[in-house]
T-cell receptor, first 115, second 111 residues
Framework: SAVISQKPSRDICQRGTSLTIQCQVDSQVTMMFWYRQQPGQSLTLIAT?????????ESGFVIDKFPISRPNLTFSTLTVSNMSPEDSSIYLCSVAPGLTGNTIYFGEGSWLTVV | QQQVKQSPQSLIVQKGGISIINCAYE??????FPWYQQFPGKGPALLIA?????SEKKEGRFTISFNKSAKQFSLHIMDSQPGDSATYFCAARGSARQLTFGSGTQLTVLP
């Protein structure tokens, strides 16, 4: 299993500002993912952040808006840049530990409200 | 991302009843099908998962039924309890280990 800690857990942000979300895992993992969950909606993959390579973004998400860092096997950050109210969401870090990566775990999420 | 369709959107069940949530997928390259349970204010928690070479998997009161030819899978919650009231998401895993989620089912179990 894996224990994932995210910071901040919740924040209220001003329009036009940027916020960096941190994800810390209690074990080394190669595969790490960032998801977004808009209010009352399902989860959508933003990007895959594997250590040692550039993040891979899904359609509709760009690096300028959501820059990601993955400095080591236990840590990653997601920045939400130039925020607008439409960015109000839960941002979730996810990992697939182990050789097969069969079990995918999620953090508790970072709940952002943009005003 | 390939789509995963989930139904119903909401479900109300009496305590002790059976809750059934259905999902259908399109991409035959999906290789792993987990279900997640999410309580308000919490991240999704893995509930149970199945590989496509297995037709059924049971863990306690939770069972996944998988129909590979129909590209459908379902979650059955036996003896549903009020504590099971949550949002349930089916998902399908792609080749890069990324998950595509269904739209979610809000389950309410009445006491």
């Amino acid at each position: 299993s894996a224990v994932i800690s995210q910071k901040p857990s919740r924040d209220i942000c001003q329009r036009g500002t940027s916020l960096t979300i941190q994800c810390q895992v209690d074990s080394q993992v190669t595969m790490m993912f960032w998801y977004r969950q808009q209010p009352g909606q399902s989860l959508t993959l933003i990007a895959t952040a594997n250590q040692g390579s550039e993040a891979t973004y899904e359609s509709g998400f760009v690096i300028d808006k959501f820059p990601i860092s993955r400095p080591n096997l236990t840590f990653s950050t997601l920045t939400v840049s130039n925020m607008s109210p439409e960015d109000s969401s839960i941002y979730l870090c996810s990992v697939a530990p182990g050789l097969t990566g069969n079990t995918i775990y999620f953090g508790e999420g970072s709940w952002l409200t943009v005003v | 991302q390939q789509q995963v369709k989930q139904s119903p959107q909401s479900l109300i069940v009496q305590k002790g009843g059976i809750s059934i949530i259905n999902c259908a997928y399109e991409n035959t390259a999906f290789d792993y099908f987990p279900w997640y349970q999410q309580f308000p204010g919490k991240g999704p928690a893995l509930l149970i998962a199945i590989r496509p070479d297995v037709s059924e998997k049971k863990e306690g009161r939770f069972t996944i039924s998988f129909n590979k030819s129909a590209k459908q899978f379902s979650l059955h919650i036996m003896d549903s309890q009020p504590g099971d009231s949550a949002t349930y998401f089916c998902a399908a895993r792609g080749s890069a280990r990324q998950l595509t989620f269904g739209s979610g089912t809000q389950l309410t179990v009445l006491p």
